[in-house]
């Protein structure tokens, strides 16, 4: 989803702090998307990649100091760094392990939580920020509760950051894709019944090509997106369309 997602906002002509856990999976990516699209633009690529654990806020200070630095402003961010952890679909709730849970909530919630705190801080009035949920964060998920928890709380830190930062013009989407190519759903090679119940749920009957969820958040993070601001709750936005419509009876 990261590479997919960096070359989408490339190709629209995104400089880029890129941040990984792996600095060899870092170098690869900008190795690929420069040799992506340098070939069809005179501009010379702008990317700065830099090693991170998000797990650590003092690596995620660090990190986005050095983005200001480097570029001289931040405009927008997709935090899109998660783990299923090392037990999907097989541990129920009582199975698990202090560990096993600390894997998966420190990376896709609390590391989330350092990266929006640093970029907020220094974000560009009228800037973006596009933050990774999923289906599993709308409804509950068996032998999945650590990454289902974690994804509800993406969504409801993601809508309470938005009403903070409402008032600077700056937006605050998540995007709650369903199962996609990934090596993160590759991974789950060795749990078939947990891939079988996931591709039950979905309706077109394939999996997604991680492109199609970029160019959501290539959008949602584009001046085209101005005046968005959502999270992927359909019964809240039906109360909210209900008290519009009462408040005109």
Known sequence: MGLATAKALFARGA????????????TQTRKEIESSFTSTSSAKPNILA???????????DSWIEKTISHFGRLDGAANIAGVLGKNFGVH???????????FVTRTNFTGLFYCMRAQSRV??????????ASTTGLEG???????????????GLSKSAAGEVGGRGIRVNCVAPGIF?????????????AKLEMFNR??????????????????LLSDGAKYSRSSPDPKSRLERLREIRNMYQ
């Open 141 to 155: 998920h068996p032998k999945n509760s650590p990454y289902s928890a974690t994804k509800h709380a993406v969504i």
């Open 50 to 60: 830099t090693a991170v654990d998000i797990r650590e806020s003092s690596q995620v």
């Open 202 to 219: 979905v309706p077109l009957s394939r999996i997604g090509q991680p492109e199609e969820a970029a160019s959501v958040r290539a959008f």
């Open 181 to 193: 190519n990934t090596p993160m759903v590759a991974g789950l090679g060795g749990v078939e019944s």
């Open 15 to 26: 400089s880029l702090s890129l941040a990984d856990y792996r600095e060899d999976a870092l």
């Open 123 to 132: 974000l560009s009035d009228g800037g973006a920020v596009v933050n990774a």
């Open 92 to 102: 129920i709730l009582v199975q698990l392990s202090n560990e096993e849970w600390e």
